[in-house]
């Protein structure tokens, strides 16, 4: 038996991230149980990209708080080695018409909230990727600051930092079942320990709807495999991440010099699964070699799946629940977890250690889909 | 021989040196390391470090080779140029 403040289940890095700002706000006895190896899940599994040109105002302004962390988060965070921040921009193709004009309102929304976004022709593009198919698309949007960061560094300097301060981590270890006492969080019991505890912090990703039903609570998420490759490394040729939600693409050159690309699968049925595909390998070849013949010349060398962890507005909760005192989710981020993950930390420590909410993260609470309050849908994803 | 004159990953160049410090700072398992070092990340996949570094996990929690599970084998086997595999979808497309 263990006694603990507060249990996190998952070490991803919305658990990481958690886990390390409610220390870093004085919380002690903080216990992390993760069932596996280090970012075993959807963190170390992500295409390690990281943007702030969304269609919603609250996934703007999340992307932003998170962008200005990353910058900082090797000082702030003490990291002995580099979490690998680069920020070479995210270049969003146009390739038809509605989405030209989608994209136009879109820049406008993120500029009004400080996001240096911008729209460029054809031409204004090829000037920063050059070896874009200047034939597959008709416009495009671009954000110098937005960029690329190392899912297992950044896991690492969060990991090091919370350890720092005192968290307790636990891998290798599942949570199996969580006990109430009149609607109250009492006790968490896992493959190897039991925890008293009064609060729960349900940041299990792929599984976080699993572990709500552990408490009764039905949290409207679906998990859903998407699949990524990567190539061999060659010298720097390209330094944005190229993305088309038309053309369902997203690919990157990350520093160590491989290239990363990956899309979702139209045809992909809510499940666990993370298993590789050929048909994956066969529509990215297609689609890599008609938006960048030149990166199409690479081998590629490895293949995986991960979950997105879907909402039906496809923008986080994070948000307590009503219902189940003690119990707090971060989950739904549709896959985005990790570029939000510094801002799910700091919004999560709010929530917990009840102090007042900016405006915007009222928005990211669960009952937006009890009261049908849901503002905004976002578009602008693979 | 010096630690760090000895190449464990030659795809990542990581040397015997750098896979220690992994295991002192708490990584045991290959999965782990992979993440941290990149190993078994290269052109070879793992096919030449793995087992070395399977050996040094065993080495150092002092248990059988035999008991450090493997990493996780992904697709593909070998490199594959993706022209070579966008070709070859379109040909399957227009049977």
Known sequence: MTKAEIVIIGAGISGLSIAYNLAKAGMKNIHVIDKGYFTNGSTGRC???????WATKVNCIMAKKSIEFFARANKELNYHKDIEFKQAGYLILATTKEEDLQFSKNIKLQNSLGIPSEKLTVEEALEIVPHLNPKSFISATFC?????????????AYFLAAKKLGVNFHF???????????NQINKVITSKDVYETKKVVNAAGGYSKEVGL????????????????????TSPIQGPMVMSFSKNIYCQQVPHGSFLAGRSNPKALPSHDISSSWEFLDEMAKTISDILPEVAKLRVIRTWGGSYNNSPDRQPIISEIESVK???VACGFSGHGFMFAPITGEL???????????????????NRFKENTITDYEHSVV | MNNKDIIICRCEDISLAEVLECLEAGYHTVED???????GMGPCQGQTCSHLIQAEIAKFLKINKEEVKFQKTRPLITGVVIEDIAKAAREGDEK
Do not use: C, W
């Open chain 1, 144 to 156: 110098k600051t937005d960029g690329h960061v190392n899912p297992f560094l950044m896991s690492e």
């Open chain 1, 326 to 328: 003690g119990f707090y």
């Open chain 1, 172 to 182: 290798f270890e599942e949570v199996k079942s969580i006990e109430l006492i009149d």
């Open chain 1, 214 to 233: 552990m408490v009764g609570v039905e949290i409207p998420v679906f998990s859903e495999n998407h699949e990524i490759l990567v190539t061999e490394r």
């Open chain 1, 348 to 366: 999560l420590t709010e929530i917990i250690m009840n102090k007042p909410l900016e405006d915007y993260a009222k928005d990211l609470h669960i």
């Open chain 2, 33 to 39: 390391i992979k993440r941290i070092l990149r190993v």
């Open chain 1, 47 to 53: 295409g390690a990209g990281v943007r702030q040109q």
